[in-house]
């Protein structure tokens, strides 16, 4: 069982921006893909973006393409989210994901761990 925990959410004013950071326990986090979900209240969950194994390929919602970047250092253990331009439809918990495999997925079944959450939220 990996343990993942998600830090680096807060209050910021739209436009603005924060770096979410998810790091996960266990040796073979460099075996794995990750990724980032979020929900926001009274909606489900849905996902935001997946970065493979190695780091090499990367996946986005369409509504976070080109404000949003992820990363990761398997060095350290742990996944990024940068988040720039930020919008208030972006409050939302965000929690990342331990994908199954080693490919970038969109689906939440594919994830098998998943973190405690971190509160965004983004005022007008």
């Known amino acids: 069982q990996v343990q993942l925990v998600e830090s680096g959410g807060g209050l910021v004013q739209a436009g603005g921006s924060l770096r979410l950071s998810c790091a996960a326990s266990g040796r073979t986090f460099s075996t794995y893909a990750m990724g980032w979900f979020r929900q926001a209240p009274g909606k489900e969950r849905e996902f935001v973006a997946s970065i493979s194994r190695s780091g090499s390929s990367t996946y986005y919602a369409d509504s976070v393409k080109g404000r949003f970047t992820i990363s990761r250092n398997n060095a350290k253990n742990t996944v990024y989210l940068q988040m720039n331009s930020l919008k208030p439809e972006d409050t939302a918990i965000y929690y990342c994901?331990?994908?199954?495999?080693?490919?970038?997925?969109?689906?939440?079944?594919?994830?098998?761990?998943w973190g405690q959450g971190t509160q965004v939220t983004v005022s007008s």
């Open positions: 994901a331990k994908g199954e495999d080693s490919i970038v997925a969109t689906t939440l079944s594919y994830y098998d761990n």
